[in-house]
């Protein structure tokens, strides 16, 4: 992606103008820094599976902290013994996904030691790595504004669909790259006090106006001679984009992924909710299942419910061998061990502990777990998105995860709580 504010300068009063316009707006965390291309960006609505989008920035895991955040105000110190089955987890599994956490981390002042001791050890036994978490990180209870310990945990997936490289009666509708002509928009140095806006937009003639919506796009417009590929279901096409990443199993035996490049800038708005509004499908049906039956009842009017949502996302492709799909932290997530958390109350990158139940069950799930993503509706401090993996079977698990839980969050000794990033 390309900051154009040199490109913009003759057109900067115009860009301004934009932040009127809701559809070309996009409000994004306080840590750009920690935002990849690449990044999921999905949002697991409060009651219905289908979410507001986020948009990333560019991945500069290294960077200084653009602005520092206040950890203190919602991460009390707690001790192990709290953390429920804290005893009976495996280690192992999010020692690993830690591991990657420390590829973006290592060079951060605050993780740097503990990323170092855990590249260097030796010995990864049960015991020894339940030691290196105990010994090397404190545990702090995570707590809401208004002091209450527990909050939502959804769930999220990537899905695998079916796809060509060419254009066919079947494989009809287009999975598209970034357009040549959508802008970003990043006016934060000249205006700090739009730090937590990013726009997209486009040139018309001397103006800067919204991105083509949805409805425009499906149209033909701007994306065109950007086709990444084809595939088969405009549903499941339209969910990839709630999701931001999949697995395309391509008609020449090819198995590739795509990921979240970019978007148009439009509000997104949920069409599960919108035909729960209609009467056309009760709180429980409206899930992916549910809207795809809809849609199968009802084909012509699909279009129309598809477009009603004018955000668009724009994907890349990237090999499917890689260990999975990338996260807002910029490494790759790990299926039951990664989470999307909101940033600003969790610091991206950290061990967290969490303690919720199986979905749809009252069963214990106590695991610990690592903040490696964010997503447009994971706000607030006790909140957090359980990433399940890849398929069916992970998407079933992530559409009936609407569960309560609790969160502690490891942070390395002596970790600044007040001025860290």
């Given at each position: 992606m390309l900051h154009i504010l040199s490109r913009l300068l003759p057109v900067r009063c115009a860009c301004i103008a934009l932040l009127a316009l809701t559809a070309g707006c996009t409000s994004v965390p306080k840590n750009p820094a920690s935002q990849p291309a690449a990044a999921i960006c999905r949002d697991p609505a409060t009651d219905i599976p289908a979410l507001t989008m986020c948009t990333p920035l560019e991945p500069t895991p290294s960077a200084s902290p653009v602005l520092p955040?206040?950890?203190?105000?919602?991460?009390?110190?707690?001790?192990?013994?709290?953390?429920?089955?804290?005893?009976?987890?495996?280690?192992?599994?999010?020692?690993?996904?830690?591991?990657?956490?420390?590829?973006?981390?290592?060079?951060?002042?605050?993780?740097?030691?503990?990323?170092?001791?855990?590249?260097?050890?030796?010995?990864?036994?049960?015991?020894?790595?339940?030691?290196?978490?105990?010994?090397?990180?404190?545990?702090?209870?995570?707590?809401?504004p208004d002091g209450s310990l527990t909050g939502t945990v959804t769930g999220y997936y990537e899905p695998i669909m079916r796809g060509s490289r060419r254009q066919t009666t079947q494989f009809r509708f287009p999975i598209y790259g970034v357009p040549d002509d959508l802008l970003i928009v990043d006016l934060t140095e000249v205006y700090p006090e739009l730090k937590n806006l990013r726009l997209r937009g486009r040139v018309d003639g001397r103006r800067v106006v919204p991105y083509y919506t949805r409805a425009e796009i499906e149209s033909g417009k701007g994306a065109g001679g950007r086709e990444l590929m084809w595939v088969d279901d405009a549903v499941d096409l339209f969910f990839l984009q709630i999701q931001g990443s999949g697995k395309i199993v391509l008609d020449n035996g090819e198995i590739t992924r795509v990921s979240y490049a970019d978007q148009n800038g439009h509000q997104y708005r949920s069409i599960g909710?919108?035909?729960?509004?209609?009467?056309?499908?009760?709180?429980?049906?409206?899930?992916?299942?549910?809207?795809?039956?809809?849609?199968?009842?009802?084909?012509?009017?699909?279009?129309?419910?598809?477009?009603?949502?004018?955000?668009?996302?724009?994907?890349?492709?990237?090999?499917?061998?890689?260990?999975?799909?990338?996260?807002?932290?910029?490494?790759?997530?790990?299926?039951?061990?990664?989470?999307?958390?909101?940033?600003?109350?969790?610091?991206?990158?950290?061990?967290?502990?969490?303690?919720?139940?199986?979905?749809?069950?009252?069963?214990?799930?106590?695991?610990?777990?690592?903040?490696?993503?964010?997503?447009?509706?994971?706000k607030g401090a006790v909140r957090a998105d359980f990433f399940w993996g890849t398929g069916e079977d992970a998407g079933a698990q992530a559409g009936r995860m609407r569960q309560s839980g609790r969160l502690w969050v490891l942070l390395p000794n002596g970790f600044p709580l007040s001025a860290a990033n």
């Open positions: 955040i206040n950890y203190a105000n919602n991460l009390k110190p707690a001790t192990w013994p709290e953390l429920p089955g804290w005893l009976e987890d495996s280690a192992g599994e999010a020692f690993a996904a830690f591991l990657r956490s420390c590829f973006a981390l290592k060079a951060r002042p605050e993780w740097r030691t503990v990323c170092t001791d855990a590249a260097a050890l030796t010995a990864r036994d049960e015991t020894a790595l339940r030691q290196f978490f105990e010994s090397r990180f404190t545990p702090h209870t995570v707590v809401n909710r919108l035909l729960v509004e209609r009467g056309e499908l009760t709180l429980d049906q409206a899930s992916l299942q549910g809207i795809k039956a809809w849609g199968s009842r009802f084909p012509e009017k699909l279009p129309e419910l598809l477009n009603s949502n004018a955000s668009y996302v724009f994907f890349r492709e990237q090999p499917a061998d890689e260990a999975g799909p990338n996260g807002a932290l910029t490494v790759p997530l790990t299926p039951g061990r990664s989470i999307a958390v909101d940033p600003r109350a969790v610091p991206l990158g950290a061990p967290v502990y969490l303690s919720t139940t199986w979905p749809n069950t009252s069963t214990p799930l106590n695991r610990l777990t690592v903040a490696q993503d964010t997503g447009g509706a994971i």
